[in-house]
């Protein structure tokens, strides 16, 4: 590759060594793609590098794991990216390969207002309720639950995580849990 790159080099563009490092990159995209098992598109394995030195750049400032709204402000990139980088290199079971089906793409006819076995209510409840979170319990909730891509996570590993106790960590998901059930007991559920 270096001789081929130094028989397309022009003394009046540049010197050598820059002309050879911009030809060489490709071996950089190539060894980044022989070390996945699945073919990524690029950009995600860029987005995900960025995302993983953001992530130790914040947890080293905070000096507790990031948000996913920190990160999303750190990066410039949005927490629905953030998830689907995250998606990109998490292990897929074959169960797992299901996909929810939008309001655009389901057959025509009117919809309940609560569709069987549907989430959308509760998950704008959810989306009201973590948006008045503080960021460690956005973090506890996060992680707790596995959003936005996350792994889900133990009591004891997201005390270890945040600089609190287990105790704490319990105590702060019990408060989140029960503003969630308002919903049930505000609605006649």
Known sequence: MALKALDTYDPKRGNVRTHLLSQLQSLRRLTAQSQNI???PEQVGLDYSRLNESEAELRDQLGRDPTDDELADHTGLSTRRIQKIRAFNQPVSEGMTTREVSDEESY???VASNIPGSTRSADAWFNFV????SPVDKLIADMTLGR????????????RRLNITPGAVSQRAAKIQAML???YTQSGF
């Open 38 to 40: 699945i073919s990524i």
């Open 181 to 183: 059930d308002k919903q």
């Open 148 to 159: 936005n891509g996350r792994r889900k996570t133990s009591t004891q590993e997201i005390a």
């Open 108 to 110: 025509g006819g009117d």
């Open 130 to 133: 973590y948006e008045d979170l």
